[in-house]
């Protein structure tokens, strides 16, 4: 029974040290993904989700308060540049100018004559300059209650749709209060917004377009309207783009759009790199080369400039070239002369590396 027991210790230890061996072999060889590196010395491009909006989106509303008396367009009209939309009561605010204007006629006749006197030295100049400035008062007062007469009715600034009435008749509303909103019915536009590293080199941006997924292989050509100064609360800029549909079908406001920024780089030898391939160290930055042949991976020093919106960055690098192979997952757990597994590429027939 000894002689047994004493056989499945030595077979128990020679397994334990066999696992402890491989398990350190497996640690020796860690295993990476492996990228390759892409030239980027002509053009690169940008891509930003996008909306559209109607060259001009306003809210109407009336100069003065009172209460509706009539409006005269529904949601989805069409409308044309002048044309009544609604009015308000006027029966207040013509009251008030029939007062003023026979106090108008009243000033105006006895300053002229007081005026025609001072001219045939008829009166005194105290006399005259009083009569001067009460016509020009009563007359300051008079145009501005048919100037309040006249904000009882709402007209269309432009040729356009209603997009929404907001109150309906018989109600009251204050001066300045939305009562419909508008939109124009010209060419649309597309709005998107710029990260500040993106802002600070507009200069660089030399043509645009946007796609919709609505419209299949349709590409839009854009033309560049105004990129606001000062960011938002987000910090980003807003760029505002003309839509310029030629013959094709004419985006509405409201949809979604993917707009492409091509732009001018400034840097020569230029290489696109994945982001997660830049190993921050000692205030340098660094990629790690993967020899194939050795499967050790080897730190090269770069120099980063430009991150891309797409999963990638823009480097400068004299110890770089495009097609080399670097290590883009796994950096923190190599080090220089490492030997590495590459992870095995995803094939057409192993959907999702599952085999």
């Known amino acids: ?202 200069e660089q941006f030399s043509r645009y377009h946007c796609t919709f997924d609505i419209y299949p292989g349709q590409i839009y050509p854009l033309k560049l309207i105004s990129v606001t100064p000062k960011a938002n609360a987000n910090q980003l800029y807003t760029m505002r783009l003309q839509l310029m549909p030629d013959q094709k079908p004419v985006p509405s406001p409201g949809m979604n759009t993917m707009v492409t920024i091509y732009c001018d780089t400034d840097q020569v030898n230029t290489l696109s790199v994945p982001t997660n391939a830049i190993l921050q160290k000692n205030e340098k930055s660094y990629v790690f080369v993967y020899n194939p042949s050795e499967q050790t991976v080897h730190s090269r020093e770069v120099s980063p400039f430009r991150l891309l919106n797409n999963g990638r960055s823009l480097i400068t690098s004299d110890q770089l070239k495009p097609g080399e192979q670097i290590v883009s997952s796994g950096i923190h757990h190599i080090k220089d002369g490492d030997t590495v597994k590459p992870l095995p590429l995803i094939t057409k027939t192993n959907i999702g590396g599952l085999l």
Do not use: W
């Open 1 to 202: 029974m000894k002689q047994i027991h004493f056989i499945l210790t030595g077979i128990s230890l020679i397994l334990l040290t066999s696992c402890a061996q491989r398990a350190k072999e497996t640690k020796d060889y860690q295993t990476v993904k492996i990228d390759t590196v892409i030239s980027a010395d002509e053009q690169t491009f940008l891509q930003y989700p996008g909306k559209v909006k109607a060259a001009q989106d306003i809210s109407l509303s009336f100069r003065v308060s009172g209460t509706i008396n009539k409006i005269y367009v529904e949601d989805g009209t069409r409308v044309h540049e002048g044309q009544l939309l609604a009015e308000l009561d006027p029966t207040d605010y013509q009251v008030q100018l029939d007062a003023t204007e026979a106090e108008y006629q009243q000033v105006k006749a006895e300053a002229e004559r007081v005026i025609a006197l001072y001219k045939e030295n008829g009166t005194t100049p105290n006399a005259n300059d009083k009569a001067v400035y009460g016509l020009k008062q009563i007359t300051a007062k008079y145009k501005h209650h048919k100037d309040q007469l006249a904000y009882t009715r709402l007209y269309a600034p432009f040729n356009g749709y209603v997009q929404k009435r907001l109150f309906e008749a018989h109600e009251t509303v204050g001066a300045g209060m939305p009562i419909i909103s508008m939109i124009s019915a010209g060419t649309p536009e597309v709005e998107i917004n710029l990260p500040a590293a993106e802002y600070i080199r507009r």
